[in-house]
Each structure stands twice: as structure tokens, then as C-alpha cells.
């Protein structure tokens, strides 16, 4: 269990130098600090990962306001809004709830907890997609916290291997609005063999509604027009996973 306590001492070493920095009971600016614990110089002589969440976030805020520094800023936008992911999924109006962080400041966060979002997502080009597992460990980062529906088609060539992947529609909280038309003029102009399509539950629950089988249904004898073969339809919850496929419904969908 001591293994976990080095960082609770490097934050609490880290708090007692800044306190030092105060002098008369009033709070120097970063600026002001000793150089050897200031935020940017100590990234760039030790690298980040030596940083606390509140340190790398008064990088991106540089100035603080009224007495406090970017690093208290920091600090609250961290408790407030309750950590990393929580500043991931706040709005804008809600991360300029920190007196001293404007809306340029909480585009910069954004932006900075975006980029490292889409770093940590797989590349899908020329993957080969074999398995719904293999879909659900790709899309899964990029749908799962998701608040709207979104319907994504994956479009493969003869091998099964991605061409590109493509956003079809973006729906309300509970549902996506789809038409098969729309879903497949991609494929046609990308000359793709096949088509696998993926949408997002916000819900959490990955259970196909009798919507969503009705519309696999459709896109399948849409795909079988077009001479485009429909692989599979999954749907991504919290955690897990539905294969259309795998559960034996590509061709089980009521009709109207």
C-alpha cells in the first residue's frame, strides 16, 4: 500500500512551497515563485508526468486573478467540476464558472483534454474489423460519453479491411435519425464492399429497442440493392456491447 502514497507527498511538498511563496499574507503570482517550482519550468526540466492535474492546467490558464494563482484556478476547476473527467464533459459556461477563467481560456482546456482524448483513440485505417469486439474497442472511446445518439458506418474493402470511417447522423438524447439513402452514399462513392454500422446508446444500455432492429432490416435490404453486404449493426453502451450479428437478428427484423 505505500506505493500509492508518493504522489499525495509530492502534492502536499508541492502545496508547502507555494504557501512560502506567500509573503505578508499576501499570495505571489506563479510568476513570483522560486523558477524550480514554477509549472512550465518544471515540465520542461523534468517532463509532465512529474506535474499534478492542477499544474498542467495552469500551463494552459497561465494568469491567475485577484490574489490567487493559475494554480489555485486550477485547483477549484479540478474540485468544482470533479477532476479531469468531469472538466472533459463540462460545457463551456460551466468551466468559466471559476472566477478568472474566461471563455479563451476554457476553449484552450478543451481543446488541450480533446487532443489528448484522440491520441489515446486507436487509428481505424486499414484495420481489419473481424469481430464486434473489434469495433466496440475502437468506437467505444469515442461513443461512450457521448450525451446524442451518433451513427457511424465503418466502410471495409474485399478483405474487410477499413477504407474510412464515416459520421452518418447525429440524433436527439434517445434516438438517431437514419435513412437508408443517406447511410449508403458514401459506400457507393467510396466503392466499398461491405459496411458495418455503429451507434451509441446514452442511456448506457446496449439492448437494441424495436427501432433499431426495424432499421437494421432496412439497411440490410438496402445494402442487398446496392450489391453492398451489411456485416453487422452495433450498438454501444456503458461498458458493453450489442452485435446484431452475433445474436442472430440480421434478418429477423419486424416489418411494417
Known sequence: MAAYTGNSKREETQTSCAEASMSGGKLKSVKHWPEEERPRERLLAYGPAILTDAQLLAIIIRNGKAGRSAVDLGRELLERLGGLPGIEQAGVPEICGVAGIGT?????????????????????????????????????????????????????????????????????????????????????????AAVIFVHNHPSGDAQPSQEDTLLTRRLIQAGEVLGIQVLDHVIIGDGHHFSFRENGLMGQAPRN
Open 104 to 192: 479563451a481560456k476554457a476553449a484552450e482546456i478543451k481543446a488541450a483534454i480533446e487532443l489528448g482524448r484522440r491520441y489515446q483513440q486507436p487509428s481505424l485505417a486499414r484495420v481489419s474489423l473481424t469481430s464486434s469486439q473489434d469495433v466496440a474497442d475502437y468506437y467505444r472511446p469515442r461513443m461512450k460519453d457521448l450525451k446524442k445518439e451518433v451513427f457511424r458506418c465503418a466502410l471495409l474493402d474485399t478483405k474487410n479491411k477499413c477504407i474510412r470511417d464515416e459520421l452518418v447522423s447525429v440524433g436527439s438524447l434517445s434516438a438517431s435519425l437514419v435513412h437508408p439513402r443517406d447511410t449508403f452514399t458514401v459506400a457507393v462513392r467510396e466503392s466499398a
